[in-house]
């Protein structure tokens, strides 16, 4: 898998700017492959390092949790740039809920399988990655209480975004940080493929997991 000059170049810069060590950048080559997939251009990165910059108490912690946090980033820009597009379209975006995107239902971590506000999976699979299992609940806005009202004149008593996140106040970083370990699980499984072939084996295998799901160091 050949990385990009230009992305070590953006590696090794925000490396520097949030002191982190060079063990991150190989990290990161890593990662490339799930940038690579969707599209993420320089520019982007570099925004995101800045965009990481300015959140000061809640910029990432510990060095595992700069990665998802600029994918993270560059979600949300790409959001804003698509309702900045919308807009110059001439549509309205007023009425429109970010939540359910006016369908009345958002999808949550399965009240079932949460515990104490975190998402457990219902199961693994045969590879050994986590199976996550989704719930609709209804929204807060307008079209969420209409949901709730015709589902009660139907009888199907319906739990709402509002009681659910009582429990489970957590719900979209819960939802975002189980989707990535889905991505990470998949980049293993390439990252595996690929070292089983070399001399590296198992040894390049449990270093290549170290080096994806590095938590809290020192
Ligand atoms: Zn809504």
Redesign the pocket.
């Known amino acids: 898998m050949a990385v990009p000059g230009w992305y070590t170049t953006w590696a090794e810069t925000h490396r520097k700017t949030f002191v982190l060590s060079a063990e991150w950048v190989d990290a990161a080559e890593l990662w490339w492959e799930i940038f690579e997939s969707r599209g993420v251009t320089g520019s982007e990165l570099t925004a995101a390092t800045r965009d990481l910059m300015t959140l000061g108490a809640n910029a990432p912690k510990y060095p595992g949790d700069h990665l998802p946090a600029v994918e993270r980033s560059i979600g949300r820009a790409r959001n804003a740039a698509a309702v900045e597009r919308r807009k110059s379209y001439g549509e309205t975006d007023a009425a429109r ?1 970010d ?2 995107l ?1 369908g ?1 239902w958002v999808i949550v971590p399965h009240p079932k399988f949460v515990r104490n506000g975190r998402w457990e999976p219902s199961h693994y699979r045969e590879s050994g990655s986590p199976n996550y299992v989704t719930a609709a609940v209804a ?3 307008d ?2 209480q209409s949901t709730v009202e015709s589902c009660g004149q139907q009888n199907r008593p319906t739990q709402t975004l509002a009681n659910y996140e009582t429990f489970c106040p957590n719900w979209r970083i819960e939802l975002d940080e189980k989707a990535h370990a889905e991505h990470r699980s998949h980049v293993i499984g390439e990252q595996a493929a690929s070292l089983a072939d070399g001399a590296d084996g198992a040894d390049g295998i449990d270093r290549l997991k170290q080096r994806l799901f590095s938590g809290p160091r020192g």
Request: hydrophobic share 10%; net charge positive.
């Open positions: 809920c939540l359910c006016d009345g929204c807060k806005c079209r969420g």
